[in-house]
């Protein structure tokens, strides 16, 4: 049970920022939002994570509401490499429990 | 993914004979997570360790799959009488000091 929904796929013009939309409704106080990306045939790979404050490294940034019931993970200048499946993930900062991860939102960065 | 070496890279095997694989985390880093993933799906949590024990192995699909660790360190997945909806890429990740996943390549699997 991924607690969070994300659009299945999404499009986005090279150069472009590709803004990736997550829904987590029944957050807790406690849970942080977590971005992982899975580029073809490779392992998932750490973006960033947050948990109510604005964060930005130099992979992306990403922007959590104020009722932190949704969040928003931006690639600013996406490339073609940025071609991934990107999973938002939910959960305790809490060395005991799992990372689950849903279906993800497969982006496709055009030329 | 950087530090965590999962072999073999690829593994095709027969119906019914068991495979092995195995995890060489980053030494010092106690939290190990073993994934599966099979084609065009996500992931699939399978067990996880803190140390040499496993408080969650509620993942493993059936009574022919185990893991273990040793030393805190190296992990191995076996995979009893495999079959063919056994073939998937098994991913090995460590938990770092941040909280974060680090993710090895993979093993793939194919149970003809």
């Known amino acids: 049970d991924a607690k969070t929904t994300q659009p299945p796929s999404m499009d986005c013009a090279e150069g472009r920022a590709a803004n990736l939309p997550c829904n987590h409704s029944?957050?807790?106080?406690?849970?942080?939002v977590y971005w992982y990306r899975q580029i073809h045939s490779q392992g998932p790979q750490y973006i960033i994570h947050g948990l109510k404050n604005n964060e930005t490294n130099e992979m992306a940034s990403l922007i959590i509401t104020e009722d932190r019931k949704s969040s928003t993970l931006i690639l600013p200048h996406a490339t073609l490499r940025d071609t991934a499946v990107y999973y938002c993930?939910?959960?305790?900062?809490?060395?005991?429990?799992?990372?689950?991860f849903g279906p993800g939102t497969r982006l496709s960065v055009l030329p | 993914g950087a530090g965590v070496s999962q072999s073999p890279s690829n593994k095709v095997t027969e119906k019914g004979k068991d495979v092995e694989l195995r995890c060489d985390p980053i030494s010092g880093h106690t939290a190990l997570y073993w994934y599966r993933q099979s084609l065009g799906q996500g992931l699939e949590f399978l067990i996880y360790?803190?140390?040499?024990?496993?408080?969650?192995k509620s993942g493993l699909p059936s009574d022919r799959f185990s893991a273990e660790r040793t030393g805190g360190s190296v992990s191995t997945l076996t995979i009893q009488r495999t079959q063919q909806e056994d073939s998937a890429v098994y991913l090995c990740?460590?938990?770092?000091?941040?909280?974060?996943?680090?993710f090895g390549a993979g093993s793939r699997l194919t149970v003809l």
């Open positions: 360790f803190q140390g040499n024990s496993a408080p969650d």
């Open positions: 993930i939910v959960r305790v900062d809490n060395y005991g429990q799992n990372f689950v």
């Open positions: 990740a460590q938990r770092s000091g941040a909280n974060v996943l680090t």
């Open positions: 029944t957050i807790s106080g406690n849970e942080y």
